[in-house]
């Protein structure tokens, strides 16, 4: 069945380092979107990207859609604790339910 | 807008006993899902709603699992007979078919625990 992967599952940076996260599907995706979950929390939506290629911004964040629109990368500039959590990247299913496929996540950890 | 609220928060439970959780969506979407999701682990689609049909049940949920939503508006997800398997936090999320994107907008969850 279709799956969404992500790398790597865990990620321990010193503030201020950058960090980046990995995600690939095994079918090709209308769309990806990223959700961000806090520990103890419910993941948030951050954003989706739709065409190929597409990158997108949020001050620290970009986010990034491959040619072939499976797979995808959020790269975070100058970790802050504020970005702890877990990153979880999401492709719909098949069909029309917009169902979304999840990927495991990347959990982040950053030392002040 | 409330955004997506469900109840209880924490539910503890004896094996055997059943449960039942309600989510209340964002008034104006009308579709709603539910997951499950376990420490390390991302959200396990359970079921779909669109209104008040159940489109899809995920192969995963056993017999015990059953979800409703009657009007089209809140939903009730009840789980029979618990067993220890079921701990987990159950998430509600709804979206709308308004907009064109897929994302969807998430409760704060119920986490279950069965002693």
């Known amino acids: 069945g279709q799956q969404v992967m992500q790398i790597p599952q865990y990620q321990h940076v010193q503030e201020g380092e950058d960090f980046t996260t990995y995600c690939n599907s095994s079918t090709t995706l209308s769309n990806i979107q990223w959700y961000k979950q806090r520990p103890g929390g419910h993941p948030v939506f951050l954003i989706q990207?739709?065409?190929s290629g597409e990158v997108k911004k949020q001050k620290r964040l970009t986010f990034q859609f491959g040619e072939a629109k499976k797979n995808s990368s959020l790269h975070i500039t100058a970790t802050q604790t504020t970005d702890v959590g877990t990153y979880f990247c999401a492709g719909p299913g098949a069909g029309n339910n917009r169902k979304l496929i999840w990927g495991l996540g990347t959990s982040l950890a950053v030392n002040p | 807008d409330t955004g997506v609220s469900q109840n209880p928060r924490h539910k503890i439970t004896k094996r055997g006993q059943n449960v039942t959780f309600r989510c209340d969506p964002i008034s104006e979407h009308n579709r709603l899902y539910w997951y499950r999701q376990t420490l390390g682990q991302g959200p396990e689609f359970l079921t779909y709603?669109?209104?008040?049909?159940?489109?899809?049940k995920s192969r995963l949920l056993s017999d015990r699992f059953s979800a409703e939503r009657p009007k089209g508006s809140f939903s009730t997800l009840e789980i029979q007979r618990t067993e220890q398997g079921d701990s987990a936090m159950y998430l509600c999320a709804s979206s709308s078919d308004l907009t064109r994107s897929y994302e969807q907008y998430f409760g704060p969850g119920t986490r279950l625990t069965v002693t």
């Open positions: 990207l739709v065409k």
């Open positions: 709603f669109q209104n008040e049909a159940q489109l899809e």
